[in-house]
């Protein structure tokens, strides 16, 4: 049985980035999967937050789930904190997951800094409570940037590594499903979850440097554009990207040394859904002055719709704290039942 989950941090305003390599792969995946899509609040406070902005935008994600198009009602939509479960399972997988495994992770590394001695601990653990967002689902999928490959790999291990210490318990309680893993079938309670990480837009780098990440969090709001940006405001920041002064070369392998370049094409690419190459051979040998107020006005012509809706929905709060209120029933729903199996396996409770 295939389920699809995937969480999007309230913290600062959605980027394209965000937009590109996570939420319209969302609202794909909705058209052949049951999918759960999560407005993850309980990781944003791993760095600090003001309460009130906190909540404001964890409508705004939402709100830009429902704008994208995910049908909240054949789908699941909700934020993370309205559902126990998650914290309850992460508490677990801490006792899973080794000090040496999370030790590894380049996000935390990149986001605690030099002075590591004052990170949270939430930021530390941050990748189990990603494993049980997922895993308390049972989910088999999750769409994500490219970012997030080696957070899906700590789940994966992590699933495994509970499989195999309670392999014993979960086949005398009868609770194992079978799962294919290449030629081999394994037994386990959790599944080994599959990352979706495809098409032209995986990784969009920032407008100021082609080799950072296009990020919410980058001081230099120049470096991104945010999903509720006004068309004078894409076009603006999109002339002034940072560029090299050669022409457009006409096929994609010309980009390999021009990450600013490979960046604008590969975010025309994925807006216009083509492939590199066709983007190319329509501006290749063209200036940048030719092509980006063409990439302007395709990012405005696809962005804008959404903008536009995100802001009536965010006009109507109730109605969005409603939405997000029938999300974590249904969602509970599926989490109640796991969180009790684990309890039983683990021998948590009389
Ligand atoms: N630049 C990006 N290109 C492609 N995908 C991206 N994602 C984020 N940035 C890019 C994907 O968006 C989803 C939600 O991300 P998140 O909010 O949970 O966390 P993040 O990756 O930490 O996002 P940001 O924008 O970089 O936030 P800050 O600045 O707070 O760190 C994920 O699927 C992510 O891969």
């Known amino acids: 049985h295939e389920r699809v989950f995937s969480g999007v941090q309230p913290t600062g305003h959605l980027t394209l980035g965000n937009y590109l390599g996570a939420i319209r792969k969302f609202v794909a995946m ?33 709100a830009a789930f429902l704008a994208a198009g ?30 040496g495994w999370l030790n590894r992770m380049t996000q935390f590394k990149e986001k605690a800094g030099k002075d590591r001695e004052n990170a949270s601990v939430g930021l530390f653990a941050y990748p189990a409570l990603m494993a049980a967002d997922i895993l308390i689902y049972r989910a088999t999928h999750v769409p994500v940037g490219d970012d997030q490959k080696q957070h899906l ?30 030629r081999e079938t394994v037994s386990g309670y959790f599944p080994l979850t ?7 837009a995986t990784r969009i780098m920032s407008l100021r440097d082609g080799t ?13 554009i945010n999903l509720t940006d006004t068309a004078d405001e894409i076009a603006r920041k999109i002339r002034k990207a940072k560029t090299d002064p050669e022409p457009l070369p006409s096929e994609a392998a010309g980009l390999a040394e021009r990450p600013e370049a490979a960046n604008l094409v590969g975010i025309y690419a994925a807006l216009a859904d ?10 290749g040998g063209k200036a940048f002055s030719e092509f980006k107020p063409a990439l302007a006005d395709l990012a405005v012509e696809v962005l804008s719709p959404v903008a536009g809706e995100m802001r009536r929905l965010i006009a109507d709060p109730g109605h969005i704290d409603g939405i997000l209120a029938d999300g974590a029933e249904r969602a509970s729903a599926i989490a109640a039942p796991v969180m009790a199996d684990v309890r039983r396996i683990v021998g948590l409770g009389a």
């Not at 609040?41 to 964890?58: G, S």
């Not at 009602?73 to 000090?99: D, G, K, P, T, Y």
């Not at 789940?155 to 309680?173: G, M, P, V």
Request: glycine share 4%.
């Open 274 to 283: 083509m492939e590199s190459d066709a983007v190319l051979a329509e501006f």
């Open 194 to 200: 599959e990352p979706v990480i495809e098409g032209p």
């Open 30 to 62: 909705q058209e052949r999967h049951e999918c759960i899509y999560c407005v993850v609040d309980m990781h944003a406070i791993t760095m600090p937050q003001n309460p009130t902005e906190l909540i404001n935008a964890t409508r705004s994600v939402a």
């Open 212 to 224: 950072k990440k296009m990020s919410k969090s980058d001081p230099s709001d120049l470096s991104r």
């Open 153 to 182: 790999e700590l789940t994966r291990d992590i699933a495994q590594k509970f499989n195999n210490d309670y392999s014993d318990r979960i086949a005398e309680l009868g609770l194992g499903i079978e799962m294919h893993i290449g």
């Open 70 to 99: 995910i049908d909240p009602a054949q789908h699941i939509v909700f934020n993370q904190s309205r559902v126990h479960e998650h914290a309850e399972l992460a508490w677990v997988f801490n006792c899973v997951a080794r000090m």
